[in-house]
DNA sequence: ACCCACCTTCACTCACATAATCACAATAAG
DNA sequence: CTTATTGTGATTATGTGAGTGAAGGTGGGT
């Protein structure tokens, strides 16, 4: 019986998705019901009898419920389906807006001060790492060393993209832990070097306890590395990933992590 | 230069889509700069520049700033299509979820009291209003007549969903104010009795000096109407459209939109 | 080694929006 | 007419975020 669950999940997304406690409360009650009044709302809710008219008014404004003129009056929801199918329109008009909005907005350059050696920026969030990831790609001119600790890393996009890269003669070389997938990446990328990533250690969670794992490791040219993990993360539940990316030949980092690279990996590569 | 009005329009749409104010003016104004410190931070934006780390730690972990930990710190938008892309896939999740949820929430019924006759409901916002009349439309067993008083109310699903309707063996009474939507409709519906509606009457701005007109008036199978009205509305700019639907033959709102409709327009159909 | 300017963090106040409660008027039922 | 219930509005409490300042940290210049 994780109803409650739902019933609670429910409440907190339609909060995120821009509702009132009230609002969100009086609308996942009203979904329970085929019509209610104000009182009936009250008490399968916890919103205060006085307080569901003003809610379900807003719930009425934003298409989600119909009010009946009557005394009592009775509101009805609208279906999930069209529910959220208004609440996603709505979001996605603003997104649209805002893309619009911001490529109109004219840039304003302050100080000339583009240093461009020695970055280390750090970046969160699975879908950032993951267009970042394949700009490098993109970017690189010589050489690309990635390996993926990860299955979920190795998208058909980034394919493309590796694929292309050895396509202009860069040098693809790509380790994988796990054997299924890199028979799979073996077949779709003949171009590169597919090799069994001596990365196990890395990812030594029975040793240190934590549940971190290495997701991403990618050089590019010798001069710009990416690295990933990924946490299973604290009770809340949701999981995150973070990464770095470093560029410069000379950068601390980046040295460190081209070294291990040649020394720890590639050695078996010619083996 | 109403790019100030596009700069406050970001700002307003991106706190719209779940960011305080300091995180929505941190991030236009690094979106103007190739990156930046706190300081240019504060400088082009209004955000106290003690401040600015707290905003952008909090964009950081929602993908849409990169941090450079350097002294003093760098920090860079992600570009502007990877972070509408971003928001937009969050709210889709969450959309998604909520769906879910709300599909798992057992229902509860209190109190048997379905009382269906006389129902008189009231509805706002273009989707809302568009989806219930599909579904009445839908519903109609015999007659289905529509008036039609802006040419966005006529879409290419409620064009469908007339057609089936007619396919049917229900009478399809159409009626439309401009001349050029009036031969389309009769073209692009054989089936359908399309008359110039007689309704010009009811919108009449001139005389009460509101901007409202009447969008969609329909009458299902004589015991059902829905009402339309659509404000340019107060300096607000935004506009809105609401309505009514009511049900039940006997019910005085349906039975004087059924005379008025009967007497009023359809005398033109037969003439 | 020291000072000084700036960067960064943190704790705090204030204002405002929202949650919560109450008083009262309107309506319907008995 | 009485009474219970419904609907509206005002009022109070609470929590969140905007705005400000103090204090510690860092690096550069003397």
């Known amino acids: 019986m994780n109803d409650l ?6 409440i907190e997304l339609l909060q995120e998705l821009g509702l009132k406690e009230y609002e969100a409360k009086a609308f996942v009650a009203l979904t329970r019901l085929p019509q209610g009044t104000a009182k009936e709302i ?9 307080r569901v008219y003003d809610a379900v008014r807003v719930l009425e404004t934003k298409g989600l419920v ?9 509101f009805r929801a609208v279906s999930i389906d069209e529910a959220a199918e208004t609440l996603r329109r709505e979001y996605e008009d603003r997104v649209d807006s805002l893309r619009t909005s911001l490529r109109e907005i004219e840039p304003a350059v ?6 461009v050696t020695h970055e280390v920026w750090a970046l969160s969030g699975g879908s950032a790492i993951t267009s970042r990831t394949q700009q490098l790609v993109d970017e690189s001119d010589d050489e690309v060393i990635l390996v993926i600790g990860d299955e979920s890393a190795y998208t058909p996009e980034l394919q493309e993209r ?5 396509d202009r003669d860069v040098s693809v070389v790509i380790g994988i832990t796990e054997e299924s997938l890199r028979e799979r990446v073996q077949r779709e990328l003949p171009n590169a070097k597919v090799f069994a990533s001596g990365l196990e250690w890395l990812n030594s969670s029975a040793e240190t306890g934590d549940e971190t794992v290495i997701r ?14 990924f946490h299973e993360d604290l009770g809340e539940g949701h999981e995150h990933e973070q990464a770095v990316f470093g560029r410069g030949f000379d950068n601390g980092l980046v040295a460190i992590v081209r070294r291990l690279m040649y020394t ?3 050695s078996n590569v010619e083996a």
């Open 110 to 115: 302050p100080a000339e001060n583009t240093e």
């Open 264 to 266: 720890g990996l590639l």
């Open 66 to 74: 119909e009010i009946q003129h009557a005394n009592p009056q009775r």
């Open 162 to 166: 590796l694929q292309a890269a050895g």
């Open 5 to 10: 669950s739902n019933h609670e999940q429910a």
């Open 216 to 229: 991403r490791l990618l050089l590019v040219d010798r001069n710009t590395i990416l690295v990933s993990s």
């Open 42 to 50: 009250s008490d399968i809710s916890e919103v205060p009898r006085t």
